[in-house]
């Protein structure tokens, strides 16, 4: 019966028909057609979905990178990665890059990043000789990193639908060189390709005292992610609290600081926030819905059962979870596949011998590359129309792009001590 409502899923799926609306409509079909299960049981189990202390740091995470991108923090952020990068071959590249990176730190929200570095930059790239599907492509695909470098929404998330043992605090400072690492990856991507396809060289020279200037001016923005871990790590607040904080620091940076903050900016951020959070929250409360279906029919200790001949190591397990990600990445939405995916993965993983802060490392990762792999290419479909390309185009040149960023998620699965370094070193 089970093999039918999985079919079902995926026909609806095809249709059209939103995710989270998906989960639902098959989760009540699956309730009607038991004999052993009540209708009775679907408002507790859905609102139980949503119904979390620690899910209330994502809206405000999002909010508070969204303040600071209406503060203008963005374009210091940009100046100061143009101090850095900027004179390389291919400089508006790497600057672009850059940014994503000191823009990541702050937004945690891939999506966020994607359009607040595309609509700035992408115009001066195509302007100044990039083709069109390459800023778009490197512009979606450096945005990968907003969502993995600490804070981090998606990796909220998953700690939430994980159901215990994994912490917040081990799970951020996990992601952080792995994200750097990402970025280094492209850069190295894109000095290869400059001389073989001619990209513009970076205007003016490296000057230490251009540096230090605008560093001063990035490092308003870049003390988020410092109070955010730091706070955290200390024991200060809790990652809900550290989200308060991160809100309550963008309100007074852009209001008595830099002065750019009014009130209607103030409302459109509360806006967005409660939209993007709306989204997280449907999709939550209806995949808790499947996972205690799947759970309560024992799906995914019959998987493990099933795979046990063929995983060998942990490693192998995280390949697969890799490419099956990567699978679905490629026909639905990342935080969505992740929201599915999870609840099946995390018990198979303890029978597997699979660290459950590597396996989520992993799972997060993975995710955000759905952001750039056609035909639901989100990043994609979000700065093509700022180059002014197709989305074939940008889909041609995502791919090298997207090969870096998959050497360093195998780099993680083969070698932990990659991620695990950093939070063991620092007590966790």
Not at 275 to 291: E, P
Request: proline fraction near 6%; glycine fraction near 10%.
């Amino acid at each position: 019966m089970m093999g039918i409502w999985l079919a079902l899923f995926f026909i609806v799926l095809a249709l059209g028909v939103p995710v989270a609306f998906t989960l639902g409509l098959v989760g009540i079909g699956v309730l009607l057609s038991s004999d052993r299960m009540s209708l009775d049981v679907l408002p507790t189990v859905i609102f139980g979905g949503m119904d979390s202390f620690p899910l209330l740091a994502i809206p405000l995470f999002i909010m508070a990178g969204d303040l600071l991108a209406r503060s203008q923090m963005l374009d210091q952020m940009i100046r100061f990665a143009k101090a850095v990068v900027g004179p390389l071959p291919g400089g508006l590249a790497h600057v672009n890059i850059g940014s994503s990176m000191l823009f990541g730190g702050v937004t945690g929200v891939a999506v966020a990043d994607t359009a607040a570095v595309g609509s700035t930059l992408v115009p001066a790239m195509v302007k100044e000789g990039y083709k069109p599907g390459f800023a778009a492509a490197i512009t979606a695909a450096s945005s990968v990193m907003g969502a993995i470098i600490p804070p981090s929404v998606a990796m909220l998330i998953i700690v939430y639908i994980y159901g215990g043992g994994l912490s917040v605090g081990k799970l951020f400072l996990a992601g952080a060189v792995p994200g750097l690492l990402i970025g280094l990856a492209l850069m190295l991507t894109v000095a290869i390709m400059a001389p073989l396809r001619g990209f513009p060289r970076g205007q003016g020279s490296w000057s230490i005292r251009e540096i230090l200037r605008d560093f001063r001016g990035a490092a308003l923005g870049l003390m988020v992610p410092v109070i955010v871990i730091g706070g955290i790590i200390g024991g200060w607040f809790t990652a809900t609290e550290a989200g308060a904080v991160a809100v309550a620091y963008s309100l007074l940076v852009g209001t008595l600081v830099l002065r750019k903050l009014t009130l209607s900016d103030i409302a459109a951020a509360l806006l967005t926030s409660a939209k993007m959070s709306g989204v997280v929250f449907i999709l939550l409360a209806t995949a808790k819905l499947i996972a205690w279906l799947l759970v309560l029919n024992g799906i995914p200790q019959s998987l493990a059962a099933a795979l046990e001949p063929l995983v060998s190591s942990p490693q192998a397990f995280l390949v697969g979870t890799f490419v099956l990600l990567l699978i679905l990445g490629m026909v639905m939405e990342g935080v969505a596949a992740m929201i599915m995916v999870v609840p099946i993965l995390a018990p198979m993983a303890v029978r597997f011998g699979v660290d459950p802060h590597h396996l989520a490392l992993v799972v997060v990762m993975t995710v955000q590359v759905a952001l750039i792999t056609p035909p639901v290419a989100l990043g994609l479909f979000i700065v093509a129309p700022f180059a002014g390309c197709s989305l074939k185009e940008a889909s041609i040149e995502v791919v090298p792009l997207i090969a870096a960023i998959a050497s360093i998620i195998l780099l993680v699965v083969f070698v932990p001590e990659v991620a695990m370094w950093l939070p063991e070193t620092l007590g966790y």
